[in-house]
């Protein structure tokens, strides 16, 4: 497959990207250079190769999921500067419409 300038164009508008001729000819050459690599790789014969999930041999060690009894509402707003309810209140930091 190949990735061309045109193509670049259409992916920069989507992006906001602002690019140049010389920058979408570049970009075009070296992404379809990407996609050659990975035609290549689709090529290998990987039938007889073993499963592999970490190249270190390593898993996951899991505790178990126990709940445990949470703070005082009360407690948790005791030093809070402003509160509302049995809520912290901090500024606004979303314009609203």
Request: net charge negative; charged share 35%.
């Amino acid at each position: 497959m190949r990735i061309t300038k045109e193509d670049v164009g259409r992916i920069s508008v989507l992006a906001k990207l602002e690019l140049t001729e010389d920058d979408q000819s570049l970009f075009a050459e070296e992404l379809s250079g990407i996609l050659r690599i990975i035609d290549a790789l689709d090529e290998v014969d990987t039938g007889s190769a073993n499963e592999m999930v970490s190249p270190a041999g390593l898993t996951n060690v899991l505790r178990e999921d126990v709940a445990l009894s949470s703070i005082d509402p009360e407690e948790a707003l005791k030093n809070a500067p402003e509160r509302e309810g049995a809520f912290f209140k901090v500024p606004r930091i979303l314009e609203a419409d």
